[in-house]
């Protein structure tokens, strides 16, 4: 065989390999008896059937689990929600002014006094120091509320053991204007 420049050459394969499945599938299906092209029909609808069913119970079980999570989800959503509110809130809330270097240790005393804590703090250049007793809980409070009222950062907390009364005694360093 010969192959010129200007022809394709000849597909080696007959022509009935080519012909397309469907057309295949229709030869065999009637080259078969009638007893079994019932056979296949009822195999074909009963593959189809068991299909269909398996569909439905795997559409059925999701429906079940999403209805069993939806509420958890909702739940979730309205509490993204509140979240949102919220900082919008915070994000409108002016931005309080800072007090005076030398007000702040009068400041840090009454903040003290209110959460039954005896504290004397004092002024020592860029830094403030306060030493006092309290129990160990009103004192971690007592250091949230100042970091986020005035600003105030402790950087050096030094607390010895509570006595009997559960009363510490402690010795802070704060460091002014950080938000």
Do not use: H
Not at 90 to 102: G, I, N, S
């Amino acid at each position: 065989m010969t192959v010129s420049a200007n022809k394709p050459p000849q597909p080696s394969a007959p022509p009935s390999a080519r012909v397309a499945l469907s057309t295949r599938l229709r030869a065999r299906y009637a080259a078969c008896s009638p007893r079994e092209r019932r056979l296949l029909v009822i195999a074909l609808a009963v593959v189809l059937s068991g299909g269909l069913i398996a569909l439905a119970d795997y559409l059925a079980s999701e429906r079940e689990r999403l209805a069993r999570s939806l509420p958890a989800a909702y739940l979730a959503y309205l509490g993204m929600e509140q979240d949102s509110l919220g900082l919008a809130a915070l994000k409108e809330r002016p931005v309080p002014t800072a007090l005076p270097l030398a007000a702040l240790p009068e400041s840090i005393k009454a903040s003290a006094s209110v959460r039954g804590i005896v504290v004397e703090p004092r002024l020592n250049g860029d830094v403030i120091e306060a030493s006092g007793t309290t129990t160990l809980v009103a004192l971690v409070n007592w250091l949230a509320a100042l970091q986020a009222e005035q600003g105030l950062r402790p950087i050096r907390l030094e607390v010895q053991p509570a006595t009997a009364d559960g009363r510490a005694r402690f010795e802070a360093v704060f460091e002014v204007g950080v938000q």
